[in-house]
């Protein structure tokens, strides 16, 4: 995945210490109620489509960008799935990053379905009882955005 430039930035002064970093998950469903996924090129697997805003860019304007970029498909947000905030990941070159995911339900409404980019490998759409080996984050939110349930996040805890 390309760094986006902002980052590149803050990385000269901050090093490879934690950034806290919003980032968005689009969950794209066609007419037929398949979803939309792309084989990455970092790590060769099938995922969801996601990304991080650009500053200033509201979440569903970045979920409709990455689809469109990644895929060549064009989407509509429909509602907010999920709010989480994802534990820390540390890359290869030692830079730590914290996401906070907002996971939108998003409709097709035009495009044909290509890998549009030098991120993605290969790009398709999959039924849903019949995707390809995918890890938990990207299932569960593909179940989440299935279900007619209003947003879940984390409960808030009493302390």
């Known amino acids: 995945m390309a760094t986006p430039d902002f980052i590149r930035t803050l990385r000269a002064s901050a090093g490879h210490q934690l950034l ?3 980032g968005v998950t689009a969950i794209v469903f066609d007419d ?18 996601g990304g991080i805003p650009e500053p200033g860019e509201q979440p569903a304007d970045c979920a409709v960008r990455e ?6 498909v064009r989407c ?6 999920l709010v989480q905030a994802l534990q820390p990941v540390t890359y290869g070159n030692g830079d730590v990053c914290q996401y906070m995911d907002i996971t939108f339900r998003c409709r ?5 379905a290509r890998v549009n980019d ?8 999959f039924a849903v009882d019949a995707l390809p080996e995918l890890n938990e984050f990207g299932l569960s939110r593909i179940k989440r955005a299935m279900a007619e349930e209003p947003t879940w996040f984390e409960p808030a805890t009493l302390g």
Not at 67 to 72: D, K, L, N, S
Not at 108 to 112: L, Y
């Open 76 to 81: 509509l947000p429909e509602r907010v799935v």
């Open 108 to 112: 097709a409404v035009g495009g044909e």
């Open 32 to 49: 037929a109620g398949r979803v939309l996924l792309g084989r990455r090129t970092d790590t060769r697997k099938w995922s969801v489509i």
């Open 20 to 22: 806290w970093l919003p």
């Open 67 to 72: 689809v469109f970029e990644e895929t060549a």
């Open 118 to 125: 030098d991120e993605s490998l290969d790009v398709g759409w």
